[in-house]
């Protein structure tokens, strides 16, 4: 970490004296996953600074205008903060605030101590927290994340389909002597990989229900819509523990809200 870095992020500490709330700039993404990674630095200050309102800015303007920023949506759209006021915000922010700008693809080391506040997440939506209810996602279920999209990437899959398909089912068969459960809500960014795990887990004798309304399009990075995601989001979060197949910020954050801080390498 460079010096600049290290005195920016210890200036975020320095208590101020009549602060009304933390303004988040977000600047740039790469998807759902890494705008939270914003989200949980942000409750960490609030929480440490003792403020209950989060100034939130991702971008400005006509969206499409904006074609290096991958996930198109307004975070604030998406989600609320249980006992937290998440506002959109245009800039500049307002006075007595603490401005903090964050490159969400790239995060602060500081993210990680916002870990014990995830919980406070929700769906802005009461329809997306309806469709969790009606597939019965609770805690006597293992969650499972298949990231199948990434299997075009040297790094998520360098140790081989094989090595890391092995390493899930060993995972899951900890998960489920731990926790005394072999039902599994099974979320994945394609089609294929959500089929082919569905039926390799049940052949295994593990329940295995999914988001059976998802719509696909192969011809988006992920493949599930907006809506699709939160629901395996939330879902997975929702559940005991959750087990990912490769690494990612979108499971991880799910991880989180269960209560387990994981570092980013950790797939359980």
């Known amino acids: 970490m460079s010096i600049k870095k290290i005195i920016r992020e210890a200036n975020w500490l320095v208590p101020r004296l009549g602060l009304q709330g933390i303004a988040l700039h977000e600047i740039g993404s790469s998807g759902f996953g890494d705008r939270l990674r914003g989200i949980s630095l942000a409750l960490f200050l609030a929480r440490y600074h ?8 991702d971008f400005e303007g006509d969206l499409e205008d904006h074609r290096w920023v991958i996930f198109k949506h307004k975070l604030c759209d998406l989600i609320q903060l249980d006992g937290i006021e998440l506002i959109e915000t245009p800039l ?27 919980w406070r997440l929700q ?40 090595v890391i398909a092995a390493e899930a089912i060993e995972n899951l068969g900890k998960c489920a002597a731990i926790h005394g459960t072999r039902k599994v809500f099974l979320a994945a ?3 294929k990989g959500r089929d082919d795990w569905g039926s390799r887990l049940t052949d295994l004798g593990f329940s295995v229900k999914v988001n059976a309304g998802t719509v696909w ?10 809506d699709d995601m939160l629901v395996d989001f939330f879902g997975l979060a929702n559940c005991c523990r959750v087990v990912r197949l490769v690494s990612s910020e979108f499971s991880r954050h799910a991880a989180w809200m269960t209560g387990r801080p994981l570092r980013y390498s950790e797939l359980l």
């Open 50 to 57: 003792r403020v209950r309102r989060i100034y939130y800015n």
């Open 217 to 226: 399009n192969e011809n988006a990075i992920r493949h599930t819509g907006v």
């Open 123 to 162: 769906p802005r939506s009461p329809a997306i927290r309806e469709r969790i209810d009606d597939i019965g996602i609770d805690q006597t279920m293992i969650g499972f994340h298949v990231r199948a999209t990434d299997m075009v990437s040297e790094v998520s899959y360098a140790r081989g389909e094989e």
């Open 92 to 118: 500049p922010f307002p006075e007595k605030t603490l401005c903090v700008e964050h490159l969400c693809h790239v995060g602060t080391g500081l993210k990680r101590y916002g870990w014990r506040q995830m």
């Open 189 to 191: 960014d394609n089609q």
